[in-house]
């Protein structure tokens, strides 16, 4: 493996854009006296600002390595996961969902479904979310550890503490706030290195039709759908019906409605049209991440394929191969590719989606801990100031946490983009069915909800690990295992709801769509 | 090859679960993602004034959030229509 030697340039861009952002950080963290300053920024954030933040909360470091892996692997049909998966969802989020949330008042999404449904349901999502919080951000961990062994031979845990001091500084003092405005800086950066690699990548492959024609005329059959969009049904791991039913239907509105890490920004806005013009744009923007984060993976399989290796045994698409390793990918174009002075822009744009994907996860899990579990179960008499310290601890806690699942994230997963959907595919089903029910159909009751969980999330684990249990061969795809979930969860949550005893309309008033808080009694 | 049973039906393969349901047809998929596009589009043009906040008064084009909404949602359409 080749290293990197960062210049002086490069590595005074780093530092400054370090600087730049702890700096910010802290600044904006003057004035924190409440919860509600601490982990909905007082409801005074920009919509800019949040459209930003909203972007780099999920395209991260794990994303710039995870989709250059998978992109080398699978080619342009990665790019869904930009488009499809999201543009549809985030718009469908912020005209139905987020003015509704955000009228509500709410400070997260499991606060909603404890009380459209009960505190058992509110408990159970609040737990999957911070588990699922703490495995991402072991993944993005080992995101930057893959980085910085390539760029500067730092071993994994040392790359691993200095992430989370640096990361753990501000935002433990600073909160969403801190969190947003700094996201905001980092989105500009990453946008800009993610979009040099792309340029200086592509001159070196000779544009785009000379680097298409390097990876078809190679004759190999892993490569044959590189450059479908929309895959053909016999594809193992992307099957169009699997990317429409598991990813467009189902993965991508469940995260970009229901993922606290993200929709905990939009609480913070001022206004409800705030909220929605800060998703509209986010969707604007993420329109050319598709090509920012796929690109390089097409580019490194173009030009440095006899060093980065087969993804599958004698090209079997079916048979990955073991040994091979999706998270080099970006590293190795980057040292193979970039002059001084651009790699220092790049790093910056690198540490700009880990700092920024890991300070909205902490942020988020230390929010859903706070308020749906110590406030809601141990202490409802907490007083502000209590949970204000709690939340802060929490942050420190989250990033060892995090640290510490990152080792088993790098044994475990052979791309951290795989290991990230995995985890969402157990529980995402379930709850965007919970979601749907409850706040599009009145006649959906407590039991449904819980029937609805239970069962979408025992699909969603015996789809993901009924070949292992059973000894069967192949593996099922993440987007399947969430489909099914998702299908399970919502034929469940509706038999049993027709079977129990409907809620009162006064039970229901500012939880359901059609009977919103101001309307009069009937 | 210990097979799972189940692929033979096509419910858990993606190889089969596609033919099975939706037929090998080539550019299906293409007009399933566009047509779901779609749908929303016409969602977001025909939504009532009342429910995004613009009952009273409609805002400029250029601060109309439907406006944009409509065009990233065309802009979307475009792409699966040029690259799918």
Redesign the interface.
């Known amino acids: 493996m080749h290293v990197a030697r960062l210049g002086y340039l490069d590595t005074a861009l780093v530092v400054l854009y370090l600087l730049a952002v702890l700096g910010l950080g802290l600044w904006v963290s003057r004035g924190i006296r409440s919860t509600r300053d601490y982990f909905l920024a007082g409801k005074s954030l920009p919509w800019w600002a949040v459209a930003m933040s909203l972007v780099v909360s999920d395209i991260g470091a794990k994303d710039m390595i995870g989709v250059a892996g998978d992109s080398y692997r699978y080619g342009v049909v990665m790019m869904n996961f930009d488009f499809i998966g999201c543009s549809l969802a985030v718009l469908i989020a912020a005209f139905l969902f987020m003015p509704f949330f955000w009228m509500a008042g709410i400070y997260t999404i499991p606060e909603y479904l404890g009380r459209r449904y009960n505190q058992h349901v509110r408990t159970f999502f609040a737990v999957a979310w911070t588990l699922f919080m703490v495995a991402t951000l072991g993944t993005i961990f080992v995101s930057a550890a893959a980085m910085f062994r390539t760029l500067l031979n730092w071993p994994f845990w040392f790359s691993v503490g200095v992430t989370a001091v640096i990361v753990g500084a501000y935002t433990s003092v600073g909160g969403l706030k801190a969190v947003v405005i700094t996201d905001a800086f980092s989105c500009a950066v990453l946008i800009v290195g993610a979009a040099l690699i792309c340029v200086i990548g592509l001159q070196q492959a000779g544009g785009w039709s000379a680097m298409q024609n390097a990876i078809e005329s190679s004759g190999q059959s892993w490569t044959a759908h590189h450059f479908e969009l929309v895959p053909p049904v016999d594809h193992p791991k992307y099957a169009w019906p699997a990317v429409f039913l598991g990813l467009c239907l189902v993965l991508g509105p469940s995260y970009w409605i229901g993922n606290q890490a993200i929709v905990q920004r939009n609480f913070g806005t001022r206004s409800e049209n705030e909220a929605r013009s800060a998703y509209v744009l986010c969707a604007a923007i993420k329109m050319f991440f598709p090509l920012l984060l796929v690109v390089p993976g097409l580019i490194a399989l173009a030009l440095y394929q006899d060093q980065l290796g087969l993804p599958f045994v004698d090209g079997d698409v079916g048979s990955p191969n073991p040994v091979w390793d999706g998270n080099t990918v970006l590293p190795l174009l980057i040292v193979q590719l970039l002059p001084t002075g651009v790699l220092g822009i790049v790093v910056g744009a690198f540490l700009a989606g880990v700092l920024s994907n890991l300070d909205s996860y902490v942020n988020s899990a230390s929010t859903l801990v706070v308020n749906d579990l110590y406030v809601a179960l141990l202490r409802p008499q907490a007083t502000d100031r209590e949970c204000l310290a709690l939340g802060r601890w929490l942050v420190v806690l989250f990033v060892l946490f995090g640290a510490g699942c990152s080792y088993l994230v790098d044994r475990w997963f052979a791309s951290v983009f795989d290991a990230f959907q995995t985890f969402l595919s157990f529980f995402q089903g379930s709850l965007l069915a919970l979601l749907l029910l409850g706040m599009l159909w009145r006649r959906t009751t407590q039991w449904g909800g819980l029937a609805g969980m239970l069962f979408g999330t025992i699909t969603a684990v015996a789809v993901q690990f009924h070949r292992q249990l059973l000894g069967w061969d192949g593996t099922t795809s993440f987007l399947w295992v969430a489909w099914w979930s998702f299908a399970a969860a919502m034929i469940s949550g509706i038999v049993v709801s027709l079977l129990t005893t409907p809620h009162s309309e006064e039970q229901l008033r500012g939880l359901v769509c059609w009977i919103p808080l101001g309307e009069a009694k009937s | 090859?210990?097979?799972?049973p189940v692929?033979s039906l096509g419910i858990?393969?993606?190889?089969r679960?596609?033919?099975l349901?939706?037929g090998?047809t080539?550019g299906l998929?293409?007009w399933?993602?566009i047509g779901?596009?779609v749908a929303?589009l016409i969602?977001?043009i025909m939504?009532p004034r009342e429910?995004?906040?613009q009952a009273k008064v409609v805002p400029p084009w250029w601060r109309n959030?439907?406006f944009?909404?409509i065009?990233?949602?065309l802009?979307?359409i475009l792409?699966?229509w040029q690259?799918?």
């Open positions: 090859m210990n097979s799972c692929d858990l393969d993606p190889s679960y596609g033919s349901l939706l090998q080539a998929g293409k399933v993602f779901a596009l929303v969602w977001l939504m429910l995004i906040g959030v439907r944009w909404a065009v990233v949602c802009l979307q792409v699966y690259f799918a």
